[in-house]
């Protein structure tokens, strides 16, 4: 097992179609975890190689969306279960973004090219862009990343 370089984090946690495990405090102080699609936003990295701010959209009146007004800390994983074995795990704190149709349009759509592809990109991003949407962004406090976890030394 070794631990991820700033590069191999940003390059894990965007491969492919992996799903992050989104963990938010409940009311009552428990857990609630749900796993959603998500783009990373380098726009504003000063550097390509750091990991940007966490993006993802959900329904305005979801759980995970009340849970993050009341208590903004979250933590997000992103596994690898084939082996070696990877793991990314975030913890930050979430912000939600009011509805701006536009901007959840265009990140909406991003997220749906990653995970359906191209070709189902923008109907993908207009069914999740509606009024009731709106945009979450994560920003990365501490991050825990290992690799090569079954590997023998």
């Known amino acids: 097992m070794a631990e991820m370089s ?4 940003a ?23 749900v796993p959603i699609w998500f783009v990373l936003d380098n726009e504003n990295s000063k550097r390509r190689r750091r990991i940007g701010n966490i993006i993802f959209t959900t329904y305005s009146t979801s759980v995970k969306a009340n849970n993050i007004r009341r208590n903004n800390r979250v933590s997000i994983c992103i596994d ?8 990314v795990t975030i913890f930050g704190s979430a912000k939600i973004h009011i ?5 959840v349009l265009k990140w909406a759509t991003k ?21 009731d949407a709106v945009l979450v ?16 030394d």
């Open 6 to 9: 700033k590069e191999e984090i």
């Open 11 to 33: 390059r894990f946690v965007m491969q492919g179609t992996f799903t992050g495990k989104l963990a938010t405090v409940r009311k009552d102080g428990s857990s609630h975890v």
């Open 80 to 87: 690898d279960q084939t082996r070696p074995f990877s793991f």
């Open 99 to 103: 509805y701006k149709q536009k901007e």
């Open 111 to 131: 997220i749906a090219e990653r995970y359906m592809g191209k070709k189902n990109a923008e109907a993908y991003g207009r069914r999740n862009s509606s009024e």
């Open 137 to 152: 962004r994560i920003n990365p406090t501490r991050i825990i990343a290992e690799k090569d976890i079954a590997v023998w």
